[in-house]
């Protein structure tokens, strides 16, 4: 079965500190990868997407970057964190296909990271 | 964007029916999925619905109508532990880039 780990769980973090969030996915090959962001009360927002090693896609303009070093490892980094960038980290998995009959789609969320920026 | 609506909260009470609504632009569509949040965790899975109609799972039900770009979820029996957020989120590339509604907290009431 596919199983999908992110750390760390918490962490906080002065202004200008460097960030580094890692998530790797077990049990599956070739996975789309995503990094969402969730502030206090606020919906999902989507940072970044993968679906090939090196492949990133950036949704909104931001002091973040992404990087998928193996095919099963997704990154997400930044030089100098801003107190905006506080929120819930939550990393993510999909299989392409056509819909969930055979489990492919369907977005699988690891435990998330959250972030306090001081 | 995809112009994705959903009320942003709802109250009911136990063992009561309620509905949650989400719009959406129907412009390269190609299904919609349902995601719930309890607070402070991950979101997970409910449902997915690619054809027009009714799909029911257990006390909850999804629906959807492709030429209106509405979908609704149906939560029957409420129980207080579907106290949580409910997310919309049209599929417009495959599952290559999933973009979610602003979320309806749903506070079910003794």
């Known amino acids: 079965s596919q199983t999908i780990h992110q750390w760390p769980a918490t962490l906080v973090q002065p202004v200008g500190s460097p960030l580094s969030l890692e998530c790797t996915v077990e049990g599956t090959s070739n996975p789309n990868l995503y990094w969402y962001r969730q502030a206090a009360g606020r919906g999902l927002q989507l940072l970044f997407y993968s679906v090939g090693i090196g492949q990133i896609s950036s949704e909104v303009p931001q002091n973040l970057s992404a990087s998928r070093p193996q095919d099963r490892q997704f990154i997400l980094s930044s030089k100098k964190l801003l107190l905006s960038d506080s929120g819930f980290y939550l990393c993510?998995?999909?299989?392409f296909g056509r819909g969930p009959e055979s489990g492919a789609n369907v977005l699988t969320f690891g435990a998330g990271s959250r972030l306090t920026v001081l | 964007g995809q112009n994705i609506d959903q009320p942003t909260e709802m109250t009911a009470t136990e063992g009561a029916i309620v509905q949650i609504n989400c719009t959406y632009q129907t412009s390269g569509f190609n299904g919609l999925f349902w995601y719930q949040q309890h607070a402070g965790e991950a979101p997970t899975f409910l449902s997915y619905n690619v054809l027009d109609g009714l799909e029911e799972k257990g006390r909850f039900s999804s629906f959807l109508s492709r030429s209106k770009g509405y979908s609704y979820l149906l939560l029957k029996e409420l129980q207080m532990k579907d106290s949580a957020s409910y997310l919309c989120?049209?599929?417009?590339?495959?599952?290559?880039?999933?973009?979610f509604g602003p979320g309806t907290r749903l506070s079910v009431l003794p």
């Open positions: 993510a998995w999909s299989v």
């Open positions: 989120a049209p599929d417009y590339n495959y599952g290559q880039n999933f973009v």
